[in-house]
């Protein structure tokens, strides 16, 4: 069997947005799955909208993915002088010719097809004229006008074209730039790639260009249609669906193996599973389970995934994504994971559905100072704390190992003492300790911040309530 080799040919006007992205993802799925090999090619005979800053993001989006390409990337600005020998072998072996028609005759022609009831194309008017080349003249394809042209797609079936409705298309405008379908058609036959994996928004395009292939005498591709990606109101994505672009939801706090395995799974399927890692992916993709329906974008579901995705890695896994985000926060972060930050991982990341997310509920392991929510002070630093803080201090104050195990008999003793359930004491300490109401377990939290820095915290608490019970008192 031949080394089956896939491509992903973006346009670089603009940043990789998810539409994009899942084509790429399953053209590199599918190369990996088969050990083949995964193209990169960047379309960019359109000068006019094409930025380096583009290429740049398309680069950042995929190196943030981790999907990596085997060869390229290829630049089609770069392949003009190839495109040109193959625009001079199709005009030399009479399967193209210059046509000289003006843009006011084209315009015209259409008038008069659409008056008939015709479909507006071009008529043939310089088919047969043996023109010669000019500073006007575009380069048709002698397209055949009579059978068919039949697109065997593996995931819609075959499609059928009549050649009557098809005409003879531009292949290199009068400025000498060649077109889209014949540019594609020559890297695609140069760089040998056997297995053409896109959006169905090309399905028109593709008989255009299996003429193309069968007139430079080349094997066809396999072809694959995959249905778009379409917003909740099964309209074509944008951002008011809540898509934007890949490194969009890199900066947001989003894993990429969770976005990976969302995309994919919009448009296929393995039976019931919706966890995937990225190893199995591979291990799993096929085209056969590429199903015909549109898929829906939906951000709540992309975000529950996430949270999944979150939940099941390591802090190792973790905090080189991680880092940047606590670094935003003002916070000092080390090159390696100490045995203090992988506890504040494994407490948070239950309980976190981003990075960012996660990040910012890691503010009060780090903090010197704590800044009390002023609901959470408000209801839980309150004179009636004063008591349970000042005896669960003296009661951590007594002990030196702080465990878990030792710090629940703490909290107990001091329950047994006071009458009071754990409720009345946890939650002023957990408000001394971290300035909010919820956080990961009391005694959790505790045994990460440490012996000192959590009697600090109870004792400034106490602190705090006092000051505030005098200015009541004052006013």
């Given at each position: 069997m031949n080394t089956i080799i896939t491509r992903f040919p973006p346009s670089p006007t603009g940043h990789l947005h998810l539409g994009g992205t899942r084509t790429a993802l399953f053209n590199w799925l599918y190369a990996r799955h088969m050990k083949g090999r995964f193209v990169l090619r960047i379309e960019d005979t359109d000068t006019a909208r094409s930025t380096e800053a583009s290429v740049k993001a398309i680069f950042d989006a995929l190196d943030w993915l981790g999907v990596e390409w085997d060869d390229g990337p290829y630049f089609q600005s770069q392949?003009?002088?190839?495109?040109?020998?193959?625009?001079?072998?199709?005009?030399?072996?009479?399967?193209?010719?210059?046509?000289t028609c003006s843009a006011k005759r084209l315009e015209e022609m259409r008038k008069q097809a659409r008056a008939g009831g015709a479909k507006p194309k071009y008529d043939g008017t310089c088919r047969n004229k043996g023109l010669a080349a000019t500073g006007d003249?575009?380069?048709?394809?002698?397209?055949?006008?009579?059978?068919?042209?039949?697109?065997r797609d593996v995931i819609k079936g075959d499609i059928v074209f009549q050649n009557s409705e098809l005409d003879d298309f531009i292949i290199q405008r009068s400025d000498g730039i060649p077109t889209y379908n014949f540019v594609v058609v020559v890297d695609d036959i140069t760089m040998g790639i056997n297995t053409v994996i896109r959006g169905d928004d090309h399905v028109n395009n593709t008989p255009k260009q299996i003429q193309l292939y069968q007139a430079l005498g080349a094997k066809l591709p396999v072809f694959g249609h995959v249905p778009m990606v379409l917003g909740s109101d099964r309209t074509r994505l944008s951002k008011r669906h809540g898509a934007m672009s890949v490194t969009a939801y890199r900066d947001m706090g989003y894993l990429p193996d969770a976005l990976i395995n969302y995309l994919v799974r919009l448009g296929w399927s393995h039976g019931d599973q919706e966890f995937f890692t990225?190893?199995?992916?591979?291990?799993?993709?096929?085209?056969?389970?590429?199903?015909?329906?549109?898929?829906?974008?939906?951000?709540?579901?992309?975000?529950?995934?996430?949270?999944?995705?979150?939940?099941?890695?390591?802090?190792?896994?973790?905090?080189?994504?991680?880092?940047?985000?606590?670094?935003a926060q003002g916070f000092k972060s080390e090159q390696q994971l100490s045995p203090e930050t992988e506890k504040t991982i494994t407490s948070l990341s239950p309980r976190?559905?981003?990075l960012v997310e996660m990040a910012e509920n890691a503010r009060f392991y780090y903090e010197d100072t704590i800044v009390y929510e002023e609901k959470a002070a408000g209801k839980f630093l309150k004179p009636a704390a004063l008591e349970p803080l000042e005896r669960i201090h003296r009661q951590l104050t007594s002990i030196s190992d702080f465990n878990e195990k030792a710090l629940e008999d703490a909290f107990r003793s001091v329950m047994a003492e006071s009458g009071l359930k754990l409720g009345k004491i946890?939650?002023?300490?957990?408000?001394?300790?971290?300035?909010?109401?919820?956080?990961?377990?009391?005694?959790?939290?505790?045994?990460?911040?440490?012996?000192?820095?959590?009697?600090?915290?109870?004792?400034?608490?106490?602190?705090?309530?006092?000051?505030?019970?005098?200015?009541?008192?004052?006013?």
């Open positions: 392949r003009l002088d190839i495109y040109q020998q193959y625009i001079d072998k199709m005009v030399t072996a009479g399967k193209a010719y210059y046509c003249a575009v380069v048709r394809f002698k397209a055949p006008q009579s059978g068919t042209t039949v697109v990225r190893a199995e992916l591979i291990e799993k993709f096929s085209l056969e389970n590429i199903g015909q329906s549109a898929g829906v974008f939906n951000p709540d579901k992309l975000l529950a995934l996430n949270a999944e995705h979150i939940r099941r890695s390591t802090p190792r896994q973790l905090y080189p994504r991680l880092r940047p985000f606590l670094e976190c559905k981003t946890a939650q002023p300490v957990r408000v001394a300790l971290t300035g909010k109401t919820v956080s990961p377990g009391i005694f959790e939290v505790i045994a990460i911040i440490g012996r000192s820095r959590t009697l600090e915290r109870i004792q400034a608490a106490i602190s705090y309530i006092r000051q505030q019970a005098d200015i009541k008192a004052n006013t």
